[in-house]
């Protein structure tokens, strides 16, 4: 199983400020036949289900503010948030859907500072 | 709008049975791959069983592997999972996420709310 390992567990940032989460996986998730990273974002506020932010780690999702973005390949990642709002205090969590079983992080509880 | 509606949650004792459903409307079901996903109380999250899109492929978590069954009903716009053997720690939410694909998977873009299942003696 390819396991998925976030960075730090709790982030604390100021409003305005950059955020920036890491997740590393155990084995590459870059497929080399269409050379996509099969790897996504989701972003959790209490009480909802996941959102999805980023899919192929870099593509924002439809209706996703441009503040939230993903980079990285093969096995290290990031997403980053270029200003922090109020509505951004959730959990995070990556995914890797590069082979069964899909496997997350443990996620990562950002908070305003 | 996209709409993902589970039930069939419940108390159940160890060693026992449920079947959840996940109605889904709003998209073209039988068209896209659709996964179960779970969340233990004050956890994260845990993929457990994936479908594809004709129903012709299926993907369980280890965790699960010979106890749930995934199924769907294209025809009535439902997901199922069967759960037999059920442990104390299969204790979650369970919640139904629509792939963005058709075959195995590539990002969950939308999910119900889920339902509680909750095994206890």
């Known amino acids: 199983d390819i396991v998925m390992t976030q960075s730090p567990d709790s982030l604390a940032v100021s409003l305005g400020e950059r955020a920036t989460i890491n997740c590393k996986s155990s084995?590459?998730?870059?497929?080399?036949?269409?050379?996509?990273?099969?790897f996504a974002w989701y972003q959790q506020k209490p009480g909802q289900p996941p959102k999805l932010l980023i899919y192929?780690?870099?593509t924002r999702e439809s209706g996703v503010p441009d503040r939230f973005s993903g980079s990285g390949s093969g096995t290290d990642f990031t997403l980053t948030i270029s200003s922090l709002q109020a509505e951004d205090v959730a959990v995070y969590y990556c995914?890797?859907?590069?082979?069964?079983?899909?496997?997350f992080g443990q996620g990562t509880r950002l908070e305003i500072k | 709008e996209v709409q993902l509606l589970e039930s069939g949650g419940d108390l159940v004792q160890p060693g026992g049975s449920l079947r959840l459903s996940c109605v889904a409307s709003g998209f073209t079901f039988s068209s896209y791959a659709m996964s179960w996903v779970r969340q233990a109380p004050g956890k994260g999250l845990e993929w457990v069983s994936a479908?594809?899109?004709?129903?012709?492929?299926?993907y369980y978590a280890d965790s699960v592997k010979g106890r749930f069954t995934i199924s769907r009903d294209n025809s009535r716009n439902t997901l199922y999972l069967q759960m037999n053997s059920l442990r104390v720690e299969d204790t979650a939410v369970y919640s139904c996420?629509?792939?963005?694909?058709?075959?195995?998977?590539?990002?969950?873009?939308?999910w119900g709310q889920g339902t509680l299942v909750t095994v206890s003696s």
């Open positions: 995914q890797q859907y590069y082979s069964s079983p899909i496997t």
């Open positions: 192929w780690a870099s």
């Open positions: 996420a629509k792939d963005r694909g058709g075959s195995y998977s590539t990002g969950f873009d939308h």
């Open positions: 479908i594809s899109s004709s129903g012709g492929s299926t």
């Open positions: 084995q590459s998730v870059l497929y080399s036949s269409d050379n996509k990273n099969y």
